[in-house]
C-alpha cells in the first residue's frame, strides 16, 4: 500500500517569514495530492491540492509542487501569520473509478511566532 | 456551503459498551471515508463507500462495521468498546474524481 513520509515534525517560524513542508510518497500511481489544516480539536481543512498531471499550483500565499519522478511533493506557505498556525498534513491518493482513500503524512506543526 | 455533518459530537461510553456514529456528507457527493485519528497522530483510514457498497477497507477492527443507507448517510457501529477506541472520528465525502472534504469529527471517550 501507499506509504507517506513527512517533514518536518515540527517547525516554527517568525511571522512574516515563509515554512516548506515536504513529503515524500511511494506508490507510483497515486495521482492526487491535497494538504489539510487541522487545528485543534477540529476536522482536517483542505487548504489546497495538487493533481499529478500538474507541476505546481498556487493559491494567494500558499503554493504546492510535485515531483512525480522523485515522488515527492511540498508546501510553501509565504508571509506566515499567527493564525497559519496549526498542524498541517500532507496525503496522497488515487481519484480514479477505484475511489481509493487518502493516506496522511504524520503531520507537521507549524508555529508561526509573532 | 453545506460541509460534512457529523453527530454527535462527543460521546463517552464504557469499556465493553456499543457505539454509532453518524455521517451525512456533503449533498451530491458519492463516496464516504471514515477515519480514525489518535492523540498526536494522523487520520488512519478504517472503510468506505461509494453509491451505498462497500468500496475499499483499511485499518478497521472486526468489532466495528458500517453502512451507507439510501439517503447517502452513513453510521459506524463499534462494539466491544475498549480503552483504545478513544480517539476522533472523521467523516469525509467527496464526488466523484473530486476534492475530499471532512467533517468536524466525533470525540469518542471510552472510560
Known amino acids: 500500500g501507499e506509504n507517506v513520509e513527512q517533514h518536518p515534525s515540527t517547525l516554527s517560524v517568525q511571522e512574516g517569514d515563509s515554512a516548506v513542508i515536504k513529503c515524500t510518497y511511494s506508490?507510483?500511481?497515486?495521482?492526487?495530492f491535497p494538504w489539510y489544516k487541522q487545528e485543534l480539536g477540529k476536522g482536517p481543512q483542505l487548504i489546497i491540492d495538487?493533481?499529478?498531471?500538474?507541476g505546481e499550483k498556487k493559491d494567494q500565499r500558499i503554493a504546492v509542487t510535485l515531483n512525480k519522478t522523485a515522488k515527492h511533493f511540498s508546501l510553501h506557505i509565504t508571509e506566515t501569520q499567527p493564525e497559519d498556525s496549526a498542524v498541517y498534513f500532507c496525503?496522497?491518493?488515487?481519484?480514479?473509478?477505484?475511489?481509493?482513500?487518502?493516506?496522511f503524512g504524520s503531520g507537521t506543526r507549524l508555529q508561526v511566532q509573532p | 456551503a453545506a460541509g460534512v455533518i457529523q453527530s454527535p459530537r462527543h460521546l463517552i461510553k464504557e469499556k465493553r459498551e456499543t457505539a454509532t456514529l453518524k455521517c451525512y456528507p456533503i449533498?451530491?457527493?458519492?463516496?464516504v471515508y471514515w477515519y480514525q485519528q489518535g492523540p498526536g497522530q494522523d487520520p488512519q483510514f478504517l472503510i468506505s463507500?461509494?453509491?451505498?457498497?462497500?468500496?475499499d477497507k483499511g485499518s478497521i477492527p472486526d468489532r466495528f462495521s458500517a453502512q451507507q443507507f439510501s439517503d447517502y448517510h452513513s453510521e459506524l457501529n463499534m462494539s466491544s468498546l475498549e480503552l483504545g477506541d478513544s480517539a476522533l472520528y472523521f467523516c469525509?465525502?467527496?464526488?466523484?474524481?473530486?476534492?475530499?472534504?471532512f467533517g468536524q469529527g466525533t470525540r469518542l471517550t471510552v472510560v
Open positions: 469525509a465525502s467527496s464526488l466523484g474524481t473530486g476534492t475530499t472534504f
Open positions: 506508490d507510483s500511481a497515486s495521482n492526487y
Open positions: 495538487i493533481r499529478s498531471n500538474v
Open positions: 496525503a496522497a491518493g488515487f481519484m480514479d473509478t477505484g475511489r481509493r482513500a487518502l493516506t
Open positions: 449533498p451530491r457527493h458519492d463516496t
Open positions: 463507500f461509494y453509491e451505498k457498497m462497500q468500496s
